[in-house]
């Protein structure tokens, strides 16, 4: 089992930056791809960014794509998300996964290990 502690996030005004981390300790960290998901009040979690094993494949969901980059450092046993040009709409707390395979995958049920969540707050 993994344990898994996301940090980072915090309140920015639109247009801004934030800089997410995840840390990993317990099962190993490079032999599993990875995901950041997202919940806003009311909604269901949603699938922001994944990478793989090695980190050569990415995936992104449509809303972020362009404006937010995971990347991961397996010697570091981290996970991290770039945020830029944030939006209203990115508000939500942010919680980074850990998937049961190798592989990109988006769906949240193929992820087996989740950390605590941070939230991100943008303001208008």
């Known amino acids: 089992q993994v344990q898994l502690v996301e940090s980072g996030g915090g309140l920015v005004q639109a247009g801004g930056s934030l800089r997410l981390s995840c840390a990993a300790s317990?099962?190993?960290?490079?032999?599993?791809?990875m995901g950041w998901f997202r919940q806003a009040p009311g909604t269901e979690r949603e699938f922001v960014a994944a990478?793989?094993?090695?980190?050569?494949?990415?995936s992104y969901a449509d809303s972020v794509k362009g404006r937010f980059t995971i990347s991961r450092d397996n010697a570091k046993n981290t996970l991290y998300l770039e945020m830029n040009s944030l939006k209203p709409e990115d508000t939500a707390v942010y919680y980074c996964?850990?998937?049961?395979?190798?592989?990109?995958?988006?769906?949240?049920?193929?992820?087996?290990?989740w950390g605590q969540g941070t939230q991100v707050t943008v303001s208008s």
């Open positions: 996964a850990q998937r049961r395979g190798r592989l990109l995958g988006t769906d949240p049920g193929d992820f087996g290990s």
């Open positions: 317990g099962r190993t960290f490079s032999s599993y791809a």
């Open positions: 990478i793989s094993w090695s980190g050569g494949s990415t």
